[in-house]
């Protein structure tokens, strides 16, 4: 299936972030990552993130790239807590159903690493959103083992009762009203398939759910799951950047970022959860080629390394609320990296999103951005040693943010 792709933005639409007032901006700022030379050691400006209470979400489980489970239900999410590290927090996600004091269903304290910021408006409402990309091991309450449902293996991955928990990666945005000065947020929490959470080699390799795979997701409320033909991500980078955490600094990981273009393809769409012919092409096989003004750059690895897959998740619906109309793809996959910082050259699994659509973008110099945007962070195993780890928590080395009309 060819990649469909947005329109750019409307003279309107850019004239209204254009025209934001400095007093309805001055509560969102930028974060500072671009105020420096690449590579050098900085801290960011960021807010304290505040708890979500009570919000709808979604648990959803796909079979052979098709729906099976669509299940609405309620969140809350803790206060992220920041670490000593730069740019890294836990985060709180508890999952239950909804209505008074409902039990928690699942439940996962989950590592989260800061992305990016910038600026979104529209006739009625001008936000800050501050990106943050997440992993983790969400679990089972004894509520929900205890019961009959959990036996169902839509329900219950097959992996769960060797782990313990199921590892999830995905991201959150939060959004600050300017104006009303009000919190709020967009989310998606991925277990996939076996091809791409359970590899052999890796340190949960194995055959467990080859055709299954599970999104959390919200706000759950006007979020319609669809499969076949939900927009992916395409077209020449804008102007964004990639950045390095460096770990042998710990704690002061940061680095200024490195301004950054290039080009996002379609591959075309398959189902690598499924040995069916008829299966919907829930993913789409991606291409990118991005590079920095430093020198460093990415790009997708060739095979046997795995190709970089957008999954198909679905679309929010409202226009009146965060994130507006928006669709929404888990990504994944290897891709070549080249650190300017350091001259180093690596094979990295990146894990991330693509959100397209949503209120009009634009930057804090009030450039407005495209209407795509796509955040990965690479899987590394620990603070001590930086080589590719893939379906299970890990920590981030390299940050790629990208813009496209």
């Given at each position: 299936?060819?990649?469909?792709?947005?329109?750019?933005?409307?003279?309107?639409?850019?004239?209204?972030?254009?025209?934001?007032?400095?007093?309805?901006?001055?509560?969102?700022?930028?974060?500072?990552?671009?105020?420096?030379?690449?590579?050098?050691?900085?801290?960011?400006?960021?807010?304290?993130?505040?708890?979500?209470?009570?919000?709808?979400?979604?648990?959803?489980?796909?079979?052979?790239?098709?729906?099976?489970?669509?299940?609405?239900?309620?969140?809350?999410?803790?206060?992220?807590?920041?670490?000593?590290?730069?740019?890294?927090?836990?985060?709180?996600?508890?999952?239950?159903?909804?209505?008074?004091?409902?039990?928690?269903?699942?439940?996962?304290?989950?590592?989260?690493?800061?992305?990016?910021?910038?600026?979104?408006?529209?006739?009625?409402?001008?936000?800050?959103?501050?990106?943050?990309?997440?992993?983790?091991?969400?679990?089972?309450?004894?509520?929900?083992?205890?019961?009959?449902?959990?036996?169902?293996?839509?329900?219950?991955?097959?992996?769960?009762?060797?782990?313990?928990?199921?590892?999830?990666?995905?991201?959150?945005?939060?959004?600050?009203?300017?104006?009303?000065?009000?919190?709020?947020?967009?989310?998606?929490?991925?277990?996939?398939?076996?091809?791409?959470?359970?590899?052999?080699?890796?340190?949960?390799?194995?055959?467990?759910?080859?055709?299954?795979?599970?999104?959390?997701?919200?706000?759950?409320?006007?979020?319609?799951?669809?499969?076949?033909?939900?927009?992916?991500?395409?077209?020449?980078?804008?102007?964004?950047?990639?950045?390095?955490?460096?770990?042998?600094?710990?704690?002061?990981?940061?680095?200024?970022?490195?301004?950054?273009?290039?080009?996002?393809?379609?591959?075309?769409?398959?189902?690598?959860?499924?040995?069916?012919?008829?299966?919907?092409?829930?993913?789409?096989?991606?291409?990118?080629?991005?590079?920095?003004?430093?020198?460093?750059?990415?790009?997708?690895?060739?095979?046997?390394?795995?190709?970089?897959?957008?999954?198909?998740?679905?679309?929010?619906?409202?226009?009146?609320?965060?994130?507006?109309?928006?669709?929404?793809?888990?990504?994944?996959?290897?891709?070549?990296?080249?650190?300017?910082?350091?001259?180093?050259?690596?094979?990295?699994?990146?894990?991330?999103?693509?959100?397209?659509?949503?209120?009009?973008?634009?930057?804090?110099?009030?450039?407005?951005?495209?209407?795509?945007?796509?955040?990965?962070?690479?899987?590394?195993?620990?603070?001590?040693s930086m080589v590719r780890r893939v379906g299970v928590p890990h920590v981030t080395q390299y940050l790629i943010n990208v813009d496209m009309p």
């Amino acid at each position: 299936m060819p990649t469909r792709r947005l329109t750019a933005l409307t003279l309107a639409a850019a004239a209204l972030v254009l025209s934001l007032a400095p007093s309805a901006r001055a509560q969102c700022v930028p974060d500072g990552f671009d105020s420096l030379p690449c590579c050098t050691p900085m801290s960011p400006t960021l807010p304290t993130f505040p708890g979500i209470a009570s919000a709808t979400s979604k648990f959803i489980c796909f079979r052979d790239c098709a729906i099976q489970v669509n299940q609405n239900l309620c969140v809350t999410i803790d206060p992220p807590l920041a670490t000593p590290i730069c740019g890294v927090y836990t985060i709180r996600f508890k999952v239950r159903q909804c209505g008074g004091t409902m039990p928690i269903l699942w439940q996962g304290n989950l590592r989260a690493h800061y992305s990016r910021n910038w600026q979104e408006a529209n006739t009625a409402m001008n936000f800050g959103v501050w990106r943050l990309l997440v992993n983790g091991d969400m679990k089972a309450t004894s509520t929900l083992t205890s019961n009959i449902l959990w036996a169902s293996p839509n329900i219950q991955p097959a992996c769960y009762s060797t782990y313990g928990g199921i590892y999830v990666s995905g991201y959150i945005d939060y959004a600050f009203d300017c104006t009303a000065s009000t919190w709020t947020a967009a989310w998606a929490l991925n277990h996939e398939c076996d091809r791409y959470a359970h590899i052999p080699g890796q340190p949960r390799g194995g055959a467990y759910h080859p055709t299954r795979s599970w999104t959390f997701l919200g706000p759950g409320a006007g979020f319609v799951v669809n499969t076949t033909t939900t927009l992916t991500g395409a077209g020449p980078v804008g102007h964004e950047a990639v950045r390095w955490n460096d770990w042998s600094t710990l704690p002061n990981i940061c680095r200024a970022e490195e301004h950054s273009g290039g080009q996002i393809g379609s591959l075309g769409s398959l189902c690598p959860c499924s040995s069916s012919p008829g299966a919907p092409g829930q993913y789409e096989n991606t291409s990118l080629n991005v590079v920095g003004t430093c020198g460093s750059f990415s790009r997708t690895s060739p095979a046997p390394n795995l190709a970089l897959l957008q999954k198909r998740i679905g679309q929010w619906t409202n226009g009146a609320a965060f994130p507006g109309v928006e669709y929404l793809n888990i990504v994944q996959g290897d891709l070549d990296y080249m650190n300017s910082c350091t001259a180093g050259f690596s094979v990295e699994y990146f894990e991330g999103v693509t959100t397209l659509g949503g209120f009009p973008a634009s930057d804090y110099s009030s450039a407005p951005l495209g209407r795509q945007q796509m955040d990965l962070g690479s899987s590394n195993r620990s603070p001590s040693s930086m080589v590719r780890r893939v379906g299970v928590p890990h920590v981030t080395q390299y940050l790629i943010n990208v813009d496209m009309p």
